[in-house]
Structures are given as structure tokens and as C-alpha cells.
């Protein structure tokens, strides 16, 4: 299993849902390389592992709102229920009730994925914060700019040739 590609795939297949960075049922038993129902089946035999902030299930609005995204392909796909989708911490829970090499080795890879995505997600931020700090820099500096050409545009116009007065100058007697 090459890492690399496999760490390319898992990146695509995580969610962000109720504000929780998630993976479905279905794309872990895809990865797993087991069938979604024997995924959810080892769930149910070991639910106190999978408390909520570790699994939850969708609602039908958020099943069709990853439809309209294209997250899912149609309903159709759902088979019937609104699927399980789980935290970081649900899926390490998985490794141990799949118990699997291929489980195992999964696990680590989707782990890499998660701490890869966490360190893209801080750099953007980091990125963020230098481009409000430049913005907060430069506020001022259009209307500077604006006023030091206005000043050029001045000094560029020729100024008036003097004008010589034609006839006698008349000094006034004292």
C-alpha cells in the first residue's frame, strides 16, 4: 500500500460536519477493505467504545446536503439509513475492533492525514493573521500615495510665462 497516494485519498474523504473534522462509514470500510456493513456491525457489538463525540449519525438534511456537494453520489448510496460518520478519535477506536493488519496500517495512514490537514489548517491561519497585520500596515498609505501624485501631477504643470506690461511706467512724484 503506497502511503503517499493512500494519505491523498484519505485527505479528499474527510468532512467537516457539526463543526468536527469526520470520515463515513463507508469510505473507512472502503479503506478498511471491508464491507460497511460488517464496519457498522463491530460498532454496535462494541458501542461503549464509540461514545458521540467519537461517532454520530447524520440527519437527513446533512445526508442531503453532502449529496448536493457531491460527497456522496445519490441517496441511493446511503442504502437506506443516514450513515455514521466518525471524529479522529472514533476511527482510532475502529483499529482496535477491527483488528487487522490492514486495520492497523489504515489507522496510521489516516492519522497522518488528520495531523497533515491540522498543520495545512494552522499555516492558513498563520497566513491569515500576516495578511490582516500587512492590511493594518498599509491602511492609510492609498490616500498618501494618491495625494504624493496629486503633487507631482502640480509640479508637472508649466507654470504661466510671465507677462510683460506694454506702455510707459509712471513713477508717482514724491
Do not use: C, W
Not at 440527519?59 to 442504502?79: D, F, R, W, Y
Not at 476511527?91 to 489504515?106: F, N, T, Y
Amino acid at each position: 500500500m503506497n502511503r503517499d497516494i493512500l494519505i491523498e485519498q484519505v485527505e479528499h474523504k474527510i468532512l467537516l460536519i457539526r463543526g468536527h473534522k469526520v470520515m463515513l462509514d463507508s469510505d473507512l470500510a472502503e479503506l478498511y477493505g471491508v464491507r460497511p456493513i460488517r464496519l457498522r456491525e463491530q460498532v454496535r457489538r462494541n458501542r461503549e467504545r464509540f461514545p458521540g463525540d467519537f461517532m454520530f449519525q447524520l440527519t437527513q438534511k446533512e445526508a442531503e446536503i453532502l449529496v448536493s456537494q457531491n460527497a456522496i453520489p445519490s441517496k441511493k448510496h446511503l442504502g437506506g439509513y443516514f450513515p455514521y460518520v466518525f471524529t479522529q478519535e472514533g476511527i482510532a477506536m475502529l483499529s482496535s475492533v477491527l483488528r487487522s493488519e490492514r486495520a492497523i496500517q489504515v489507522n496510521i495512514t489516516i492519522m497522518r492525514a488528520f495531523v497533515k490537514l491540522r498543520q495545512m489548517l494552522a499555516t492558513h491561519k498563520e497566513l491569515v493573521q500576516k495578511l490582516a497585520e500587512l492590511e493594518r500596515r498599509l491602511e492609510g498609505h492609498d490616500q498618501k500615495i494618491h495625494s504624493i501624485f496629486d503633487a507631482i501631477r502640480q509640479l508637472m504643470i508649466p507654470p504661466e510665462p510671465p507677462r510683460h506690461r506694454i506702455g510707459f511706467h509712471v513713477r508717482e512724484s514724491e
